[in-house]
């Protein structure tokens, strides 16, 4: 069966610090990759998504950045973080693009 | 430009009635509509489904209704229990467009 690993559960950075958040899938090979961004009291935001290794497609700009170095793991990066960057990030996974998505457990970042 | 709509940010129903969640959409293209529930600090999971070929789907106490010419989704829940109270989301895709969802609903049950 197919899961999900997303890391970690919680985090506290100060502005300015750099990020780094991965998610790894098993299970299934090639799978499309997303990362989202529930911010307090709105809904889910999609980040990014890849639909193979190398290839990232980003929906809002922003300083995020997104890697997947390789099939089944997505890396979600910050050189340098803001105060608004604070929220629950969340991975998922698909078999295809309009299809649907499992997520992770997510991560929650707070920016102080 | 919101493609997808919950206008109602919360909603409180007593145990044992129905619950009733809304989703409106503006792209006729979309095809695909589904309903996550999530409670805090976890991740979203997958409740029930509905290709644009149906205008109903039921799964045991969950029922999603589709109506394509008014571009309306929505989800009732029958009997409605304390365990799910959690933000309830809407997502929609189709013509190999990624999912977007709503921006979520607060269901509350009431013992």
Redesign the interface.
């Known amino acids: 069966s197919q899961t999900i690993h997303?890391w970690p559960?919680t985090l506290v950075q100060p502005v300015g610090s750099p990020l780094s958040l991965e998610c790894t899938v098993e299970g299934t090979s090639n799978p499309?990759l997303?990362w989202?961004r529930q911010a307090a009291g709105?809904?889910?935001q999609?980040l990014f998504?890849s639909v193979g290794i190398g290839q990232i497609s980003s929906?809002v700009p922003q300083n995020l950045s997104a890697s997947r170095p390789q099939d089944r793991q997505f890396i979600l990066s910050s050189k340098k973080l803001l105060l608004s960057d604070s929220g629950?990030y969340?991975c998922?996974w698909?078999v295809?693009?309009?299809?649907?998505?499992?997520?992770?457990?997510?991560t929650?970042l707070s920016v102080l | 430009d919101q493609q997808v709509k919950?206008n109602s940010p919360s909603l409180s129903v007593q145990e044992g009635r129905i619950s009733i969640l809304n989703c409106d959409y503006t792209n006729s293209m979309f095809d695909?509509f589904?309903w996550?529930k999530k409670y805090p600090?976890?991740?979203?999971?997958?409740l029930i489904?509905i290709s644009s070929i149906k205008d109903k789907n039921e799964d045991g106490r969950f029922t999603v209704f589709l109506n394509k010419s008014a571009k309306h989704l929505s989800l009732h829940i029958v009997p409605s229990q304390p365990g799910d109270s959690a933000v309830y989301?809407c997502?929609v895709?189709?013509?190999?467009?990624?999912?977007?969802?709503?921006?979520?609903t607060q269901l509350t049950v009431l013992p």
């Open positions: 997303q559960a499309n997303y989202y709105r809904g889910l999609l998504y929906e629950f969340l998922a698909s295809g693009l309009n299809e649907k998505l499992f997520f992770g457990s997510g929650q | 919950q695909y589904l996550y600090a976890e991740g979203p999971t997958f489904s989301f997502g895709t189709g013509s190999a467009r990624q999912l977007t969802f709503g921006s979520g």
